[in-house]
């Protein structure tokens, strides 16, 4: 599942609590959110009386959910939150706030999806963020790009879409050194291929 089409676009027509068409705009999303780019923490700001039906639901909804940290994070790691019934990826809102568009992609630097703090989300391509993965699940040797055939260890990169045949040896430390080295040259994290939490 492609994460980014979960919908926060800043063009798209939304239906707020009154039946009114409502735009989820930079201006829009800075009166509904607080962020700590420190901690990486988002938080509800109180709401104005516009954004609601009635004077009960825009108290109710400041009495309830004013100042609390959005943190509920989704199957797939993701912190994830509701705004005007759609759900949206915390880091993708977060980029919005803080440079007034959507990002293509989030890389969370570190590797720790819920990890949001400024410093550790990076606008990529999804060809950039192919280059920050963990280790696959069904990995068996621990170390990406390597393969066991016979007594040899076989070595391969995949980049830009195409998968690289690097060669094979039965030192595993040799096979180690040659991805590591073809991670380097094409630009891959040094965090790619780290352990799954």
């Given amino acids: 599942m492609d994460l980014s089409s979960i919908d926060t676009t800043t063009s798209i027509n939304k239906l707020n609590d009154k039946g009114l068409i409502m735009k989820i ?23 104005p009386s516009h954004h609601f039906k009635s004077k009960s639901a825009h108290t109710n909804w400041n009495n309830n959910k004013a100042g609390s940290i ?30 007034g568009e959507l990002p293509n992609e989030i ?20 060809s950039q963020n192919c280059k920050n993965l963990p280790i696959h699940r069904k990995n068996k040797i621990g170390i990406t790009g390597l393969r066991m055939r016979g007594s040899s260890y076989e070595v391969y990169i995949s980049s830009g879409g195409k998968t690289y045949w690097l060669g094979s040896t039965r030192d595993f430390f040799e096979a180690c050194c040659k991805r590591k080295s073809e991670e380097n040259k094409l630009g891959f994290s040094p965090n790619h291929g780290r352990k799954l939490c």
């Fill in 70 to 99: 959005l943190n509920y994070v989704g199957n797939h790691g993701y912190i994830e939150l509701s705004l005007d019934y759609k759900k949206h990826l915390a880091h993708r809102v977060i980029w919005l706030i803080v440079h």
């Fill in 25 to 47: 705009t930079h201006k829009y999303i800075i009166s509904v959110f607080n962020y700590n780019q420190h901690t990486g923490e988002l938080s509800f700001k109180k709401r």
């Fill in 107 to 126: 890389d969370h630097v570190n590797g720790n999806k819920t990890d949001n703090r400024l410093l550790n989300l990076k606008n990529v391509t999804r």
